[in-house]
């Protein structure tokens, strides 16, 4: 597991199951009498109903924590044939359910109700929504720069969305586009030829959001995901995209390269 392809959907997810775990501890039903009279009343809460503090709050945060452990794991796991993200999600929209018809059909709702449901509904919505909305899929943390020196002695080249990268290759001639550019042909125009394939130098680089990474035969099915926030190790160019190895070792190419941040 790598916490730092957590995203921010996941804090959102992790902080409001934190909080339906602590709804579930407080009063389900309020106080309409004076104050000394609701300080002799043990008020019950979610725990003196097992169908309600096991089956629904709890259920809420186990769920929570299956949508972000499946985000963790570096590839997605079945349970009896159901995704565990899916059964995740599933399990914090029922929370929410069964706390919003609990909450309307309470007379005088406590805070452990409402704050629970309010819990259940962030709780439920982070988890559908992260992996559609982007704001939400961005890295919670930033991935740290890999230490130098860089694989096989080579430099990080500019390119791929790498911001100001002017590092000069092969014996440190400029190239074309930097500041005092020399033997410029046709009247000194800078050029924006690419390097030949053969020069390719390998480099580290991060993806913004999570990219499908596809077997070097062409086939058309993922054989592992990019999760925003790692480092990966760009081995090659193939066409326009990037022959990339995981932290595992397995090769495959990233046909998305865009907005990629190089180490």
Excluded: H
Excluded at 41 to 48: A, E, F
Aim: aromatic residues 8%.
């Amino acid at each position: 597991m790598n916490i730092r392809s957590l995203t921010r959907g996941d804090g959102v997810v992790i902080g409001a199951a934190v909080l339906l775990f602590i709804a579930s501890f407080l009063d389900l039903a309020g106080c309409g009498g004076a104050g000394a009279y609701c300080s002799q009343i043990d008020l019950p809460n979610s725990w003196d109903s097992l169908g309600l503090g096991l089956g629904t709050y709890m259920a809420g945060v186990v769920g929570g924590a299956l949508v972000v452990v499946s985000r963790l794991l570096p590839a997605p796991r079945k349970v009896a044939g159901v995704d565990l993200g899916a059964f995740g999600t599933t399990l914090t929209v029922a929370a929410a359910w069964v706390l919003l018809w609990t909450l309307i059909d309470a007379g005088d709702a406590g805070a452990g109700l409402i704050l629970g449901f309010i819990a259940a509904v962030v709780l439920a919505a982070a988890a559908i929504a992260t992996p559609l909305v982007p704001a939400l899929g961005a890295a919670l943390m930033g991935a740290p720069r890999p230490a130098a020196p860089q694989p096989y002695g080579g430099q990080p080249q500019g390119g791929y969305g790498y911001p100001g990268g002017q590092q000069q290759p092969y014996g440190g001639q400029p190239q074309s586009g930097q500041q005092g550019q020399q033997g410029q042909p046709f009247g000194g125009q800078p050029q924006q030829a690419q390097a030949p394939a053969g020069d390719f130098s390998p480099f580290w680089f991060a993806v913004p959001v999570a990219r499908p990474l596809y077997a070097e035969d062409g086939s058309p099915t993922p054989i592992a995901e990019l999760a925003p926030g790692t480092w990966y190790l760009a081995v090659e160019q193939r066409g326009p995209g990037l022959v990339a190895q995981t932290q595992d070792g397995r090769r495959g190419v990233l046909q998305d390269t865009s907005g990629i941040q190089r180490g």
